[in-house]
């Protein structure tokens, strides 16, 4: 039972270039997550989706893109990286309300 | 503005020096806090739930209490392996506005043997 898992760990990008990041969780929870982490600030959601098909935006959207095709992934994708992007990212999971209980170990995600 | 507050920023402590970690929010329509536990290069782990004022929730050393204004974290008598960061966050429904969680900036505890 692995829980939440992201793939990759760590990723370095330039400017302008695009990439997805990928969760999958094995608990058949409804609800995911992806938040951001950045040195002396609260984890912030970026987008979230409450069930396979479906996705709403969080408190930092712009930039980013989100698709949940099915209901164990959650795919968040920048289409042109910025230096603000540079971050650590969290997938999460719940199984009914919408707070994270379950989280990946991170992409650590720089850009130049 | 709803904001959530945790102090200190880092404390630390000997083993087996009992101390508490503070959560302050001036939210409306709060709904739950939440505590997580954050070890570095690893995502938070979920502890607890606390949902109206007076209640108290226990983890082998640690409780959690909450009231009207701030969540509280005792730690009991700690080790070393309890060093981490530990976040607070406060699920609110607002007038008018959509259901959020407000993550603090979290408490860096460090337990020296």
């Known amino acids: 039972n692995a829980g939440v898992t992201q793939t990759p760990k760590f990723r370095v990008l330039k400017t302008g270039q695009s990439m997805t990041l990928l969760c999958a969780q094995d608990?058949?929870?409804?609800?995911m997550y992806w938040y951001r982490q950045d040195p002396g600030m609260g984890l912030r959601l970026i987008h979230y989706?409450?069930?396979?098909?479906?996705?709403a935006k969080g408190e930092v959207p712009d930039g980013y893109n989100v698709s949940r095709l099915k209901k164990q992934n959650f795919l968040l994708g920048l289409e042109s990286a910025a230096p603000s992007q540079t971050s650590v990212y969290f997938c999460?999971?719940?199984?009914?309300?919408?707070?994270?209980?379950?989280f990946g170990d991170g992409t650590r995600l720089s850009i130049l | 503005e709803d904001q959530v507050t945790q102090s200190p920023e880092a404390l630390r402590l000997q083993e087996g020096e009992s101390s508490s970690l503070n959560c302050s929010y001036t939210?409306?329509?709060?709904?739950?806090l939440f505590w997580y536990r954050q070890d570095p290069g690893k995502g938070p782990e979920f502890l607890f739930t606390?949902?109206?004022a007076g209640e108290e929730k226990e983890k082998e050393r640690l409780k959690a209490t909450l009231t009207k204004k701030e969540s509280f974290l005792h730690i009991t008598a700690p080790k070393p392996e309890d060093s981490a960061t530990y976040l607070c966050?406060?699920?609110?429904?607002?007038?008018?506005?959509?259901?959020?969680?407000?993550f603090g900036k979290g408490t860096k505890l460090t337990v020296n043997p």
């Open positions: 999460a999971s719940s199984r009914t309300e919408r707070v994270p209980q379950h």
């Open positions: 608990m058949n929870h409804e609800y």
């Open positions: 989706s409450v069930g396979e098909g479906t996705t």
């Open positions: 939210v409306s329509g709060l709904r739950g």
């Open positions: 606390l949902y109206s």
């Open positions: 966050a406060v699920q609110l429904n607002p007038r008018g506005g959509s259901e959020k969680l407000v």
